[in-house]
């Protein structure tokens, strides 16, 4: 059976730094697109960062480039988002995702094209 946990989210000022872990079990995250999204209350979701199998393809949009960083831990089958210099907008649920293909920069927004999904860590960024 598949899962995808996250965890580390929590209430940080605005500035300050968080990371983000998603533990993944029943495959392997090196086999597969590994996805980080956000939804914010009221709007639809966002992806955040993108790694490939083979982790030489790693994407970001323009809202968090220079911010957030992706990463992959093959010996532990997790994946992590680094997120610094955080902001009131990016407070939003996070959620960790997996494909076993890119799909496109089109589809990248809508939760139904990922294979596997996890179940969100919420994120508040707020003084």
């Known amino acids: 059976e598949v899962h995808l946990v996250e965890s580390g989210g929590g209430l940080v000022q605005p500035g300050g730094s968080l990371r983000l872990s998603c533990a993944a079990s029943?495959?392997?995250?090196?086999?597969?697109?590994m996805f980080w999204l956000r939804q914010a209350p009221g709007k639809g979701f966002e992806w955040v960062a993108l790694?490939?199998?083979?982790?030489?393809?790693?994407m970001y949009p323009e809202s968090v480039l220079r911010r957030f960083t992706i990463s992959r831990d093959d010996a532990n089958n997790t994946v992590s988002l680094q997120m610094n210099s955080l902001k009131p907008e990016d407070t939003a649920m996070y959620y960790c995702?997996?494909?076993?293909?890119?799909?496109?920069?089109?589809?990248?927004?809508?939760?139904?094209?990922?294979?596997?999904w996890g179940q969100g860590t919420q994120v508040t960024v707020s003084s």
């Open positions: 995702a997996a494909d076993s293909r890119y799909g496109g920069y089109a589809t990248l927004n809508q939760k139904e094209r990922y294979k596997y």
């Open positions: 029943g495959f392997t995250v090196n086999d597969y697109w």
């Open positions: 790694m490939n199998p083979i982790g030489g393809t790693i």
